[in-house]
């Protein structure tokens, strides 16, 4: 069993920054590769980044790329999400994930434990 608990989100305005923070309990952090997702009202919960277990590599939605950036501290079981340029679109809430292996980290299916999820708003 994992437990996972976000923090950090809350309202911006556009072009602000936010950091999220993820810290896991449980089983051994180093093993589980990490994912964030978001949904906003009304839609599907949809990929935003992702970081394996071995943390050497990183993926991004494609509506991120440049903006956030993913980061595993595996001696303090957490993993982060910076949000730089934040945009009106990007209000969500955004919620942590776990699985493991390291491939499709980018699908839904992947994951086997996930948080409760922390709300970010972005205002115009």
């Known amino acids: 069993q994992v437990h996972l608990v976000e923090s950090g989100g809350g309202m911006v305005q556009a072009g602000g920054s936010l950091r999220l923070s993820c810290v896991a309990s449980?089983?051994?952090?180093?093993?589980?590769?990490m994912g964030w997702f978001r949904q906003a009202p009304g839609t599907a919960r949809e990929f935003v980044a992702a970081?394996?277990?071995?943390?050497?590599?990183?993926d991004y939605a494609d509506s991120v790329k440049g903006r956030f950036t993913i980061s595993r501290d595996n001696a303090k079981n957490t993993v982060d999400l910076q949000m730089n340029s934040l945009k009106v679109e990007d209000t969500a809430v955004y919620y942590c994930?776990?699985?493991?292996?390291?491939?499709?980290?980018?699908?839904?299916?992947?994951?086997?434990?996930w948080g409760q999820g922390t709300q970010v708003s972005v205002s115009s």
């Open positions: 970081i394996p277990y071995h943390g050497a590599t990183t």
């Open positions: 449980g089983n051994i952090f180093s093993d589980y590769s």
């Open positions: 994930a776990a699985g493991r292996g390291s491939f499709y980290l980018n699908t839904l299916t992947f994951y086997d434990y």
